[in-house]
């Protein structure tokens, strides 16, 4: 019995790898074999624990893996995307009891583990391409994995490394004014478009702090003083 219960457990984390893999599989069957180990009251220990332990190595693994292969936007796309087969994998097979902590592993694997990395590979470059889309992805992933004092940093970080750039910059001493000008229009029309926000609210009290600590220091230098 034992045997057969062993077996009928690898079979299922199989084919629910396979699936993830891109190819198709019987959900209806899943759905059956996993509702019988319910019944029988041995869905948590014997089904559950292995199938978290498999997804959290199968997530390390992709986590990395598109890390080095794909740029910010497409990771995050991707992460996206995980996240909803997961959820959806809760609806049609899985017992309702797995769906937090499978989410919690998926997210852990692809997001907490890369918060740095995404944020040093990309971030500048969404906020100076104005990739509204991206940057709003950002946050609402980022918001999933408490990760948000990362990202207003690197806001913080972007804003005066930006602004200092322009002040310091001899060859645009003329044109300092209109090009600090220009880049608070910028970072105007990414706060009033939303990006860092949740259901479109407004700017949170925390990105508000990490729009205004680098202006003074910006203006001083601009000033001299």
């Known amino acids: 019995e034992a045997e057969v219960e062993h077996k009928t457990v690898f079979g299922l984390l199989k084919m629910i790898e396979s699936e993830r893999l891109g190819e198709a599989v019987d959900r209806t069957l899943l759905n059956h074999l996993l509702k019988m180990f319910t019944a029988l009251g041995v869905y948590s220990e014997s089904f559950e ?89 950002m946050y609402l992933l980022f918001v999933r994995v408490n990760a948000l004092e990362s990202l207003r940093q690197a806001l913080s970080s972007y804003i005066r490394r930006t602004g200092q750039g322009m002040v310091m910059d001899e060859e645009k001493d003329k044109d300092m004014v209109s090009c600090l000008l220009e880049f608070k229009a910028s970072l105007d029309t990414i706060w009033g478009r939303k990006a860092f926000s949740k259901n479109g609210s407004i700017l949170p009290p925390l990105f508000k702090d990490a729009v205004l600590e680098p202006s003074p220091l910006i203006f001083r230098q601009e000033s001299g003083l």
């Open 49 to 137: 624990k292995p199938f978290l332990d498999r997804t959290s190595e199968f997530y390390a693994a992709e986590g990395v893996k598109y890390m080095q292969q794909s740029d910010v936007p497409d990771y995050l796309k991707h992460v996206e995307m995980r996240l909803h087969e997961e959820h959806e994998r809760c609806v049609l097979y899985l017992d309702a009891s797995t769906r937090k902590p499978l989410v919690a592993t998926a997210e852990r694997q692809l997001l907490e583990r890369h918060i740095s990395a995404i944020l040093d590979k990309g971030f500048m470059m969404l906020m100076d391409g104005n990739r509204i889309e991206d940057l709003q992805r």
